[in-house]
């Protein structure tokens, strides 16, 4: 079995910074693949950011210049720099992971539980 946990989020006040970490763990081979999405009350859920295993980024136009996602392979974590954090950016943070459980396995998606991330003055 394969778990994702968030952390990081929070209440902070426009302009301020956040860090959000997603850690991966069980019977994991290789994660492929990570994504950060977020969703907003009554809004659809959207992508924000993602990195290939090569470390190859891309980022939502409403978050580019802001926010920085990263990755640690030996830790299989992934983590969300929010710089210059606006109140559009009040949202539930999600994890994905696409990754295999063996060598040769088929690549499979997880998602976290979600963090919560509260811009407000």
């Known amino acids: 079995q394969v778990q994702l946990v968030e952390s990081g989020g929070g209440l902070v006040r426009p302009g301020e910074s956040l860090r959000l970490s997603c850690a991966a763990s069980?019977?994991?081979?290789?994660?492929?693949?990570w994504g950060w999405y977020r969703q907003a009350p009554g809004k659809q859920r959207e992508l924000v950011a993602t990195?290939?295993?090569?470390?190859?980024?891309n980022y939502a136009d409403s978050v580019k210049g802001r926010f920085t996602i990263s990755r640690d392979n030996a830790k299989n974590t992934v983590y969300l720099q929010m710089n210059s954090l606006k109140p559009e950016d009040t949202a539930g943070y999600y994890c994905?992971?696409?990754?295999?459980?063996?060598?040769?396995?088929?690549?499979?998606?997880?998602w976290g539980q979600g963090t919560q991330v509260t811009v407000s003055s």
């Open positions: 994905n992971a696409k990754l295999s459980q063996r060598l040769g396995g088929r690549l499979d998606d997880y």
């Open positions: 990195i290939t295993s090569g470390g190859n980024t």
């Open positions: 069980g019977s994991i081979f290789f994660i492929y693949h």
